[in-house]
């Protein structure tokens, strides 16, 4: 089998994995009979009026949450009519747009079977991101697939082992995506630090060369945003540079959250729910933070490396600075609500964009040992296989009723 041939095969069992992902996550949302919550029937109350003829840039006393997804909604309310089915089909098409995204993330970093091996893991992510990335709260699932594209976009134009032609699309996607995702939710900034900064380091002279579309395609991208701004006294920067409470006096706070609440409800579910015990929820743990380490290391390998791979560097920017943003932004502070309730998760759910990669690079690395004569590709295949087990396992155990909440 050629070269062509075997990427091809390997591109379309990622689109396989794609469909199969969304056949699991439409049982989930069957099971819970399509229930949503008030902010989701916010979206969704938009979306009317957007058939009805209004045309608003952002959703309502919120200048800094793009009315995107409302938009997507709007025709399928006019075709299917509007009802609860209808509401979530654009958050569950666009998390089989997550798991394409993140195969090719993976696939761009580290090669086609690591790329196979996160379109798997992406597909039956842990219970966590498959109810919040089907949640029509207006920028979760976007931002995730958008800031894919940006990751992706940001390797392609930066590595010259590519042709010019193939460069340039990437400085347009990348100045577009990026408008549309500056947009769309400012959380976009997990993606775009990194880029930015791999691109001011190693991309000057893209940036020398094709400077004028990638402006220009970031401000047709972001025309929403800035037309919006201009007519309402920059409300959006006003609201976001506005103060956020006690951001360096809680620091050790929120970490201490980020640390021991928000690290394995990402990797399982909501304590109340209740879905996996404790040890099933430390293993998950364990392997998808050991997983982050190996990408941390592969971006450190590859800074000095005659080959560099400016995919593996930005993923392993991004998995360092996601949460020092965090923390840094004050929006951490939510976390400490009196209530105890889960205020913050939707905001580093980005980083599912590189967990199910570094368990594929993890298994990989896993795989090329040798236990003195013994290889350890049983061991790694066993790795893979409790992931996915114990991720399937938490959402066949969810009450669905509970988790759409």
């Not at 800035?226 to 103060?243: C, E, K, Q």
């Not at 640390?259 to 394995?264: A, K, T």
């Not at 729910?273 to 929820?281: E, F, G, I």
């Not at 800074?303 to 991004?318: E, K, M, Q």
Request: glycine share 10%; hydrophobic share 55%.
């Amino acid at each position: 089998m050629s070269l062509l041939n075997k990427w091809l095969t390997l591109a379309r069992l990622i689109v396989l994995l794609a469909v199969a992902g969304l056949l699991w996550r439409l049982a989930l949302l069957e099971r819970a009979d399509w229930r949503y919550d008030y902010d989701e029937a916010m979206a969704g109350l938009q979306a009317l009026h957007i058939t009805q003829g209004e045309r608003p840039v952002f959703h309502p006393g919120q200048p800094y949450l793009a009315a995107l997804e409302s938009y997507l909604i709007a025709p399928l309310f006019t075709v299917l009519g509007a009802n609860a089915v209808t509401l979530k089909l654009v958050p569950w098409l666009l998390s089989g747009g997550y798991i394409l995204t993140t195969g090719w993330l993976g696939w761009r970093a580290f090669g086609p079977q690591v790329g196979l091996i996160s379109a798997l893991l992406a597909a039956f992510a842990p219970t966590y991101l498959l109810v919040t990335g089907m949640k029509t709260w207006g920028a979760t699932a976007e931002t995730l697939v958008l800031g894919n594209l940006l990751l992706i976009s940001a390797g392609y134009a930066l590595d010259p082992v590519h042709e010019n032609t193939i460069r340039l699309r990437a400085v347009l996607a990348l100045g577009f995506v990026g408008g549309v995702a500056f947009w769309v939710s400012w959380l976009v900034a997990f993606y775009a630090l990194p880029v930015l900064i791999v691109m001011s380091w190693r991309g000057r002279m893209v940036l020398r060369r094709w400077w004028w579309a990638l402006v220009g395609l970031f401000a047709l991208g972001s025309l929403p945003f800035w037309v919006y701004n201009l007519g309402h006294d920059f409300a959006t920067f006003r609201y976001l540079f506005s103060d956020q409470g006690n951001t360096w006096g809680n620091a050790r706070a929120v970490i201490d959250h980020l640390n021991y609440d928000l690290s394995p409800r990402l990797v399982s579910g909501d304590p109340d729910w209740r879905l996996l015990s404790w040890p099933a929820t430390w293993w998950l743990q364990i392997m998808y933070e050991g997983g982050l380490i190996t990408l941390v290391v592969a971006g450190w390998r590859t800074i000095t490396s005659d080959n560099p791979n400016s995919a593996r560097l930005l993923v392993a920017l991004f998995v360092l600075l996601l949460p020092i943003i965090y923390v840094a932004s004050g929006y951490g502070n939510h976390a400490l609500n009196e209530f105890g309730f889960d205020a913050t998760g939707r905001y580093v759910l980005m980083i599912h964009s590189v967990l199910p990669v570094g368990v594929g690079v993890l298994c990989r690395v896993i795989a090329q040992q040798r236990l003195r004569t013994i290889p350890l590709r049983g061991l790694a295949a066993g790795v893979l296989t409790s992931v996915i087990g114990l991720n399937m396992l938490g959402t066949f155990s969810a009450d669905p009723q509970q988790v759409f909440v």
